[in-house]
């Protein structure tokens, strides 16, 4: 047990709440935490048939779980071969920098994403909608916020 717990200045707490909806090609992302935590929080809604693209991060890794519905993850594994995992209920599911991986509605569903910030850029290596690479730029044009 420690001496005496810190002292924080209770100036900066927030008890807001805070939700930004982002719509996507594929469906939707609802963001629970703001852009300046150091992590990221967001629920995905993929449309049934919908893929995110296949997509690598250079400085963020990613962790999810199936709220509801059913999804599966095109990623690659640790021979650099891309496998299909479908989702299960109950279970977690993390990417690696640098891993490929492609997140697929099998029908309607949502995900329970969190990550490290958004940061960096993310490699789109193939998309359905002909979208870029995510640059912070690119990411700030997307979310309407430039």
């Known amino acids: 047990m420690s001496d005496q717990a810190p002292i924080f200045d209770p100036s ?3 008890n807001q709440p805070y939700a930004k909806k982002v719509d996507k090609p594929w469906g939707y992302e609802v963001h629970w935490v703001p852009a300046d935590a150091p992590y990221m929080g967001k629920l995905l809604h993929i449309k049934a048939g919908a893929k995110l693209s296949l997509q690598i991060h ?9 709220h509801a519905g059913e999804a599966k993850v ?3 594994d640790n021979t650099g071969q891309l496998i299909e995992t479908v989702l299960q209920p109950g279970q977690g599911y993390s990417t690696q ?4 991986h492609r997140l697929v509605g099998v029908t309607d569903c949502d995900i329970i994403e ?3 910030p ?6 789109r290596l193939e998309d359905d909608y002909a979208r870029p690479d995510e640059t ?9 916020e430039a």
């Open 74 to 76: 095109i990623w690659e």
């Open 12 to 14: 900066q707490f927030s």
């Open 114 to 116: 969190v990550s490290t």
């Open 136 to 144: 912070p730029e690119q990411r700030k044009k997307e979310r309407g």
């Open 97 to 100: 920098l640098g891993q490929k």
């Open 118 to 123: 958004e940061l960096g850029t993310t490699w």
């Open 58 to 66: 250079d400085q963020k890794q990613e962790s999810w779980f199936i």
